[in-house]
């Protein structure tokens, strides 16, 4: 008995044909013989009894289809590998945050079929949504795993970054990030003087020009035997508002504000500014 081809080897959910025929001792072939066809393991393999042969999904290196007819029979190898990638995956937190500046590390990624197979070999893309958009790329492993090490962000908000199938952009995955500001690296104030008040503005940015929320904040009258440190928080745009009484008896000289704020580490941030008198004042 002859059959053809001698071995199969599909991709998941791929199909093809065997044919068998019976030959005589000459070699001649017999007609009207009759063949039946089953799988060794019939959640790995369909087959029909025309030799139609169908991988259902999962993968192995080796399973058998064994033709029989009469007293002969014939076992097929057929190994059964992954499809082609469907779907990636991002294992981990969904939540990733990162600070300004500091790198986020290496993202990993799974590669797999429609049957949940992992991938090897696919080359993946990751776009990185900067200034200009970078795009890396990695290949997976015969896990079907790939680790693509991220560059640092320096623009604090939210950001999404896209993996993809190199040949395939359909075959991708949203990945969103939170970038945090960094610690308080620069400290400005502005003061203008309203009648008997004085109005200040205070504003915390990280070594990226990021605003720093939720920061305190300390300002006091300089000169002011009276003037107390008063502590502020910054709001979400990184500023602290502050209204100062200027005491009775105080010289008519523009006062100075002084300001002072934590730094992320080493000596506090200080600031010192003269107030000025606002527009409503000079009309």
Do not use: C
């Not at 003087?193 to 940015?205: D, F, M, W, Y």
């Not at 009258?221 to 209204?243: E, H, Y």
């Amino acid at each position: 008995m002859l059959v053809l081809p001698g071995s199969l080897h599909l991709g998941a959910g791929e199909a093809a044909n065997l044919a068998a025929q019976a030959n005589d001792s000459t070699g001649a072939p017999i007609g009207g013989a009759q063949f039946t066809f089953a799988a060794d393991d019939a959640r790995t393999l369909r087959v029909s009894q025309t030799g139609r042969v169908i991988a259902l999904g999962p993968v192995t290196p080796a399973t058998f289809v064994t033709v029989s007819s009469e007293r002969l029979t014939r076992r097929v190898p057929v190994s059964v590998r992954p499809g082609r990638a469907t779907r990636l995956e991002a294992p981990g937190s969904d939540d990733r945050r990162v600070t300004a500046g500091e790198f986020p590390g290496t993202l990993e990624l799974h590669a797999v079929d429609a049957w949940g197979n992992d991938v090897p070999a696919t080359r993946i893309e990751v776009v990185v949504p900067r200034r200009e958009a970078t795009v890396l790329t990695g290949e997976t492993d015969e896990a079907g795993r790939a680790a693509i090490d991220l560059p640092a962000f320096e623009r604090a908000g939210r950001r999404e970054l896209i993996a993809r199938l190199a040949d395939d952009a359909s075959v991708q995955l949203r990945l969103p990030w939170v970038v945090e500001p960094g610690a308080a690296e620069a400290l400005s104030v502005l003061a203008e003087i309203e009648g008997s008040h004085v109005r200040v503005l205070a504003t915390l940015k990280d070594a990226y020009s990021n605003a720093v929320p939720d920061a305190t904040v300390r300002l006091r009258i300089k000169g002011v035997r009276a003037g107390k440190w008063v502590d502020g928080r910054t709001d979400a745009q990184g500023s602290a508002r502050f209204v100062f009484d200027l005491p009775s008896g105080v010289s008519r000289a523009p006062p100075v504000i002084l300001a002072e704020a934590s730094r992320g580490a080493g000596v506090p941030l200080t600031a010192s500014v003269t107030a000025t008198a606002s527009a409503k004042e000079d009309r």
